[in-house]
């Protein structure tokens, strides 16, 4: 038999393989050379949702109740009784909850008027505080004393100054009367200040401003929302709330940081609806109603973005359900605090809402592409 020489061989190899590749390339056989399906998402519907259906109706609702304690409080001024200081405590606390949807949202005017440290620092600098009620003499607007105002300021007011409601309305009734009525009256009118500047703000040119900036870049609106959002979720909601209190950071248990720490009964109720809030603008719900719109999580269902085979989306809300089932379990913070030694069952529960930090701040941001813009001591 006559051999055909090697190179000829090898040629006719080549020639068939290049044939093969070139059918391969033109068939499209998506289980062969799959194809990218490209992701078409609107980033301006998104901000328009945010601005229109969540920020502003939340901060319009929020100087609603914010008025309404101040329309109380003008009634306890007239008759400081028992029974209108717990009116008065309620109109606060309505008001506190409202607080807590419009928390997150400190950019643009809020950012540049300081609004969230100027309306709740705490703990309340209760010295400084009794020595300005003492002297007459402050000047609320001034950074130095944004641990004398705002929500923790009124805890203090209307909960903390004694023992007893009597004791506390007896503050109300004798000499100190007038120096009381108007420390209250000042911190009022800077709360409302503050808050008619930054819907102001927003109604007066940001919102538009926000909407346009629609690119995708580190000053773009999204980029800056979504590190804003990622901040105060770990930094006010986590660690403020609940971390620094449980002392996860410094290993001494810390009560005296808590929010609302003088009406022990309501930290629980005020941190549950700053979670409602955080997984309400997570899904784009619409403020107060039962609406959704483009959204963070309608964002990652676009990007098809998937976690250990699972849609990450879906893997947020349900760590973000464990975690507050886990906190509607506890008692009110201040007690599961200072009558547990560890406090383990709300350290259980501090572990479920840390472990929304890294599916908020290494997942999502990277599926959407986006960088984190601050930088962190106590990890994630």
């Given at each position: ?11 006719s190899?080549?020639i068939?393989?290049t ?7 033109a ?41 309404a ?12 009784s028992?029974?209108?200081?717990q ?41 400084t505080?009794e ?5 007459g ?19 203090y ?24 009525f108007?420390?209250?009256?000042a ?25 346009a ?45 808590l ?22 603008f ?6 107060g ?63 479920e ?13 990277s ?14």
């Open positions: 038999m006559k051999r055909r020489p090697m190179k000829r061989i090898i040629l190899l080549t068939l393989l044939i093969w590749a070139c059918s391969s390339d068939t499209g056989d998506p289980q062969v050379d799959p194809k990218p399906t490209p992701v078409s998402f609107e980033r301006s519907e998104m901000l328009e949702n945010w601005a229109d259906n969540i920020i502003l109706p939340s901060y319009r609702d929020f100087n609603t109740r914010l008025n304690m101040n329309t109380v409080f003008v009634d306890f001024k007239a008759n400081p028992e029974d209108q200081l009116k008065l405590r309620d109109a606060w606390l309505d008001a506190y909850i409202g607080w807590q949807a419009v928390a997150m949202f400190e950019i643009g005017p809020a950012e540049s008027v300081g609004y969230r440290l100027g309306m709740n620092t705490y703990p309340t600098d209760v010295t505080l020595q300005h009620l003492a002297s003499s402050y000047d609320l607007t001034l950074p130095a004393n944004r641990d004398v105002k705002g929500f923790p300021a009124l805890d007011l209307i909960n903390g100054l004694a023992t007893s409601d009597s004791q506390i309305v007896a503050r109300y009734q004798g000499d100190q009367q007038q120096a009381h108007d420390y209250i009256d911190v009022l009118e800077d709360m409302q200040t503050l808050t008619s500047d930054v819907i102001q703000g927003w109604e007066g040119g940001f919102r538009d401003a926000f909407v900036n629609d690119g995708a870049s580190a000053t773009a609106s999204t980029d800056r929302m979504v590190n804003d959002f990622i901040f105060y979720y770990e930094k006010h909601l986590r660690a403020g709330k609940m971390g620094i209190p449980l002392g996860v950071f410094t290993g001494s248990k810390a009560p005296q940081t929010e609302a720490y003088y009406r022990a009964s309501v930290g629980k109720e005020l941190f549950l609806a700053a979670m409602v809030a955080v997984q309400d997570f899904n784009g719900k619409h403020y109603k039962s609406a959704y719109g483009k959204s963070l999580s309608s964002y990652l269902q676009d990007l098809n973005s998937l976690k250990d085979g699972a849609a990450l989306d879906e893997i947020i809300n349900e760590q973000l359900d464990l975690a507050m089932t886990e906190v509607t379990s506890l008692g009110d913070f201040r007690s599961e605090i200072e009558n547990n030694d560890p406090p383990r069952a709300m350290l259980l529960a501090y572990d809402v840390q472990r929304v930090v890294p599916l908020f701040k290494v997942d999502m941001v599926a959407m592409s986006i960088s984190v813009d601050f930088v962190d001591a106590d990890g994630d």
